[in-house]
T-cell receptor
Framework: KAGVTQTPRYLIKTRGQQVTLSCSPI?????VSWYQQTPGQGLQFLFE???????NKGNFPGRFSGRQFSNSRSEMNVSTLELGDSALYLC????????????FGEGSRLTVL | AQSVTQLDSHVSVSEGTPVLLRCNYS??????LFWYVQHPNKGLQLLLK??????LVKGINGFEAEFKKSETSFHLTKPSAHMSDAAEYFC?????????????FGSGTKLNVKP
């Protein structure tokens, strides 16, 4: 069974640009959540989608947005990039409705110059 | 509100000696508890999980954790550290809210293993 796939793995952008990251969950998983990980702030929850609906949201500005498609694949977008957005962005999938665990992808490493 | 406290941000042990990574949590309900490991520039990998069955949980790579409700703790242990155990470890609590799970992450403990 294929794991959680995140693309791209690495990317470099400049301030003011926007970026879109993609996440393909494990087959059959309907929940996809996104996390930002930085050395200073650690792991921070961005948002969670379940069956194409945002079900939960962390405390991030509106520049951070996401969506989920009917096949459960998810994208997150960051507009007007700032230097502080440099981070490892992790996607996790789960079945979504029980006490099951999160399954993480390898992450997308974003560097903003 | 639920919270997870990992009591040590860094732990250093010698290869072959025991590992103890401490985690305390607060939860209003009967939580599910997890330990994840993260190697540099990688995603998080599940080590083990507790979901109200046996209080002593065995995981991968020789790790285990004991759920102690009276102490609200879920400490991770391993009898003998290996160099490959050097990584960051996260304690995670999951609570059911509105018929779905919310996950709360500890701040992480970096394990250093000395030769």
């Amino acid at each position: 069974k294929a794991g959680v796939t995140q693309t791209p793995r690495y990317l470099i952008k400049t301030r003011g640009q926007q970026v879109t990251l993609s996440c393909s969950p494990i087959s059959g998983h309907r929940s996809v959540s996104w996390y930002q990980q930085t050395p200073g702030q650690g792991l921070q929850f961005l948002f969670e989608y379940f069956s194409e609906t945002q079900r939960n949201k962390g405390n991030f500005p509106g520049r951070f947005s996401g969506r989920q498609f009917s096949n459960s694949r998810s994208e997150m977008n960051v507009s007007t990039l700032e230097l502080g957005d440099s981070a490892l962005y992790l996607c996790a999938s789960s079945v979504g409705q029980d006490t099951g665990e999160l399954f993480f992808g390898e992450g997308s490493r974003l560097t903003v110059l | 509100a639920q919270s997870v406290t990992q009591l040590d941000s860094h732990v250093s042990v010698s290869e072959g000696t025991p590992v103890l990574l401490r985690c305390n949590y607060s939860s209003s309900y009967s939580p599910s508890l997890f330990w994840y490991v993260q190697h540099p520039n990688k995603g998080l990998q599940l080590l083990l999980k507790y979901t109200s069955a046996a209080t002593l949980v065995k995981g991968i790579n020789g790790f285990e954790a004991e759920f102690k409700k009276s102490e609200t703790s879920f400490h991770l242990t391993k009898p003998s550290a290996h160099m490959s155990d050097a990584a960051e470890y996260f304690c995670v609590v999951s609570d059911q809210e509105y018929n779905f799970n919310k996950f709360y992450f500890g701040s992480g403990t970096k394990l250093n293993v000395k030769p």
